[in-house]
């Protein structure tokens, strides 16, 4: 069973990814181009575990313990004993398919390399390895610490043993769900909850409530952590907006068209709990402040 995991790209589901791993135990190598940006996610990974430990849901020395298995590198040749690799870096497959040819001349042929992509081919994301029976989708929810589940999304190609290693890996070491879908753009979650939320923006564009309300309604009504646009928020706006393009040409239906709104918002740079402002602002610990 995989002990010691790469994460490449320390972006918001990164980081999340990242301290989820080395919570359970395991040595995580996470890789980012600067150091600044790793600097960066380190400190929103401890002020992620010290909100846990004001919940009383873990101790000091868990937290100490859980950072003492981060290893922030600056280049993917750090990744070469890694069992598993997880690439979680933007949403672009010529960008994620030079990340995964790198991988195949730094890591072991037996290495599984996985991608948190959420919209993009499998299929054709492994078409750039040269071991493409290796390459596996593991689409976490955010925040992956903890939602319990991953998405098991398997390319025309992903042999039975990368499949059964990588959901044997979700259950029994992670203590998540492993559900397997079939490759389609958006999968199961990110293509109801972004149609969710782009309905609710279409109830914010008419005027029929307020944000405020519409996620009061959905929080309380239907016992949601959080309603739809501030998901959106924790997200990253760009991230929704970039999902719903995706669906949007793939599918070509009406119902995946982004909103003009959410375009406006993204284009302003406000892009949610990344830059401070989306629907609702937000300090510099991710918590919402109005």
């Given at each position: 069973m995989f002990k010691v995991v790469?994460?490449?790209g320390a972006g918001t589901m990164g980081q999340s990814i990242a301290e989820m791993l080395a919570a359970k135990g395991l040595d995580v190598h996470l890789v980012e181009k600067t150091p600044e940006k790793l600097q960066q996610a380190k400190e929103m990974i401890e002020q992620s575990l010290d909100r846990q430990m004001e919940r009383w849901a873990i101790t000091g020395a868990e937290k100490k313990l859980t950072l003492n298995r981060l290893h922030m590198e600056t280049s993917l040749q750090h990744l070469s004993d890694c069992e598993l690799v997880i690439e979680t870096i933007s949403e672009d497959l010529d960008s994620k398919k030079d990340v995964f040819q790198q991988l195949d001349r730094i890591v072991p042929q037996d290495t599984v390399l996985a991608s948190n992509t959420s919209t993009l081919s499998l299929t054709e994301l492994a078409g750039a390895s040269q071991f493409p029976e290796r390459v596996i989708g593991m689409h976490f929810v955010y925040p992956a610490v903890r939602i319990d589940v991953v998405e098991i999304i398997r390319g025309l190609q992903t042999s039975d043993s990368t499949f059964d290693k990588t959901k044997r890996f979700t259950e029994e070491v992670l203590n998540k769900s492993g559900v397997m879908v079939y490759e389609s753009p958006g999968f199961v979650t990110t293509r109801l909850i972004c149609l969710l939320i782009n309905e609710a923006l279409h109830l914010l564009e008419e005027g029929v409530a307020s944000p405020e309300d519409i996620d009061s309604a959905m929080s309380i009504g239907y016992q949601f952590q959080h309603g739809p646009l501030e998901m959106a928020d924790r997200f990253g706006l760009d991230s929704v907006l970039a999902a719903l393009d995706r669906m949007f040409r793939e599918y070509g239906e009406l119902k995946y068209?982004?909103?003009?709104?959410?375009?406006?918002k993204v284009r302003a740079g406000h892009l949610?709990?990344?830059?401070?402002?989306?629907?609702f602002k937000y300090g510099k610990d991710g918590e919402r402040i109005s």
């Open positions: 790469g994460v490449v068209r982004p909103s003009f709104l959410l375009k406006k949610g709990i990344k830059s401070g402002v989306g629907f």
